[in-house]
């Protein structure tokens, strides 16, 4: 699987440009993923094998994302574990952030959100 950082739904360009400079020393690629889309697999957005689009689901018309998001595929752990930490060097905070995992890539944007805000509000609710 190729190394790639899914973004969804970031708006605010100086967010985008400190993404950018905390990624480019890592060499991965940043695919903007547009509303269209929301309605593909995350395996399909990120190119995996076995997903690609039939174009069967149409295009997506509904809401965008609440929230901005990032998917992280194909990335070995030391070097994911890297990128986490010049993110945060650069200020960048994205709550809703996943791994792509076997178990999350059929799952939608949509789908994928809904689980990690899940995730969150049962996290925040045991503190």
């Not at 739904?9 to 440009?17: A, G, I, R």
């Not at 020393?25 to 190119?47: I, T």
Request: proline letters at 9%; hydrophobic letters at 40%.
């Amino acid at each position: 699987m190729k190394e790639i950082i899914l973004i969804f739904q970031l708006e605010d360009s100086s967010m985008k440009t400190a993404i950018g400079q905390a990624l480019l020393p890592f060499h991965v690629r940043l695919k903007k993923v547009e509303p269209s889309e929301y309605n593909k697999p995350l395996g399909a957005l990120a190119g995996l094998p076995g997903f690609e689009a039939d174009g069967s689901a149409g295009t997506y018309t509904g809401a965008p994302l609440p929230a901005p998001m990032m998917i992280f595929a194909g990335l070995p752990e030391n070097k994911f574990d890297r990128i986490l930490r010049q993110l945060r060097n650069h200020k960048v905070i994205l709550p809703y952030k996943a791994v792509l995992t076997p178990t999350n890539q059929a799952w939608t944007p949509l789908q994928c959100f809904e689980e990690i805000k899940r995730e969150h509000e049962s996290m925040n609710c045991s503190l």
